[in-house]
């Protein structure tokens, strides 16, 4: 799972109405190296959760992201904070660990790269 | 159409334990079927089965496709859906008009949906694929419309695939899969611009649910499309499906691990119920039926048979029941419908 996908995803457990961001629990993260493509990186930025996407990033050990979100300007002149948000949004995968609610603790197992996000018949 | 499938190649299948499908017939039933009483614990027995029955259609689902996505992709390509052909054309699967088809299908939804021109697709920046299988949607709409595409499953075994695919395709910053429930979707409210349903719908139990969430999960100005099989519509004054019709529905469900059917009726009204705009619907049985015979004839062949002795019992199961498929469609019971509407601003 990478940071592109986690910043989607969110807990749905009935009643929870703080389900996102869920916080990351890493057991094995490896980095495989994703063409770097600045136009979707500024196609995709604006929908963005900033703030999940830097603890995230922090999660899975990697610092490197401003706290707070960079104006859109930074993105058409910056390469390396580009690059930055290449690295952390698309090559950083988390093969093995866990979702977790932030609002329950519910864990949401990452087997091989994978979310298992199924909740059971009480939680729904 | 008759298949003719040597009897000993059947008796001298490989005997499993866990071979019987839910012998509980309950978990195929519609709702409606199931009588309540009046007692609290008669309530509550009803409200467990069908908590549990639910719980096992999922577990059912998943494990048929972790055990046939294998030879289903054999067969149909990455695409598992039908192809859009023209009525009474001639279908080889082995050829590429095959695959042109199962493209067309998506083509033809999308500008039926009315994304027909560059400014609609513009829009598209987030798509849900809800009901994934191993993901041939979701890569070819990222692709074309340079956007991301989540897509969700039941089956581990189809999720990984799928991202096998992707990185296989260079694509993997753009798609990703995950397992979760369409009935329950790990997303936010009103994210995705595109919500996709490509032959999905058969397997979900509520419909109404399935529905809400689709609409839920997209964005305000978001389209959604489902295609899906449906019975036909009732007439005014019909209450349901002749015995006979509700029959043949009931078979085909056993072994493909579907639910009760709806009408493309029965989802115009589930939309209609939350106020969307510009649903439209379409019968394109005509559309679809070569695709059934051209399965049937590769499963035939000496490659296919084997193939299919390989995968399992609910492979061989499942193959038995496609003749089902055709006669349902030939009879008019079975229709494959598309829907689409777009959610308001």
Redesign the interface.
Known sequence: ??L??HN?????IKGVTN??PLRIEAGNVIE?E??F?PD?LR??FA?LEWKALVEGARSMGYAELPEDSPDAAVLESDEAFLKKLHHAL?ELHLEEGALVCPETGRK?PV?????????H?DE? | MKTTIAPSSLTSLPHRTNLSLRSSSLLFRSPSSMTTTTTSRGNMAVAAAAATSTEALRKGIAEFYNETSGLWEEIWGDHMHHGFYEPDSSVQLSDSGHRDAQIRMIEESLRFAGVTDEEEEKKIKKIVDVGCGIGGSSRYLASKFGAESIGITLSPVQAKRANDLAAAQSLSNKVSFQVADALDQPFEDGKFDLVWSMESGEHMPDKAKFVKELVRVAAPGGRIIIVTWCHRNLSAGEKALQPWEQDLLDKICKTFYLPAWCSTDDYVHLLESHSLQDIKCADWSENVAPFWPAVIRTALTWKGLVSLLRSGMKSIKGALTMPLMIEGYKKGVIKFGIITCKKPL
Not at chain 1, 8 to 12: A, P
Not at chain 1, 111 to 119: A, D, H, V
């Open positions: 799972m990478r592109i996908t989607m995803l969110s807990c749905n389900g996102f495989k994703v063409e493509n979707f196609h995709m929908k698309l949401f087997n091989k790269g994978i979310p298992n996000m199924l909740l018949e729904v």
